[in-house]
């Protein structure tokens, strides 16, 4: 074999293995950020739940708790076509549901989706359902 056919050889199988090397880290990597991703999805799943809780118990205590209570605090209403910006402006859309007793709410959602916005945003979307008995209506009218 020719020096020239030796070296290109040894070139060859060096690049295959730095590129290997990379790919393998690269792989590696996405596996880690995709593990990380479904662990922030799990933690804002987690916490809608406990938001529907709140909402079903007509807990306000824990329902605070889930927000973070800042005038950097945006809320999107559905029923109304502008956000709304503030804690207390948050909140005060919620007073009533959270003052009717216990269980006279049922939040379902359909279709859920969580979108991860760089490191400190995810966005929410979804079809929700808010059922609301009357105080005099029993479960299953």
């Given at each position: ?30 596996n880690a950020q995709s ?30 708790t889930l927000w973070l ?73």
């Open positions: 074999m020719s020096k020239t056919l030796k070296k290109l050889t040894i070139l060859v199988v060096l690049t295959i293995a730095v590129v290997g090397s990379i790919l393998g880290g690269l792989s590696a990597t996405a593990d990380d991703e479904d662990a922030l999805r799990a933690e804002v799943e987690a916490v809608a739940r406990q938001l529907g809780e709140a909402l079903n118990t007509s807990d306000g205590e824990l329902f605070d209570q800042s005038d950097k605090t945006t809320y999107f209403p559905p029923s109304q076509p502008f956000r709304v910006d503030g804690w207390p402006e948050v909140r005060q859309p919620f007073a009533g549901l959270l003052g009717l007793p216990p269980g006279a709410v049922n939040v379902v959602v359909r279709q859920e989706r969580i979108d991860l916005v760089g490191d400190d945003v995810a966005i929410r979307t979804g079809h929700f359902i808010l059922r609301i008995r009357s105080p005099g209506e029993r479960r299953g009218q």
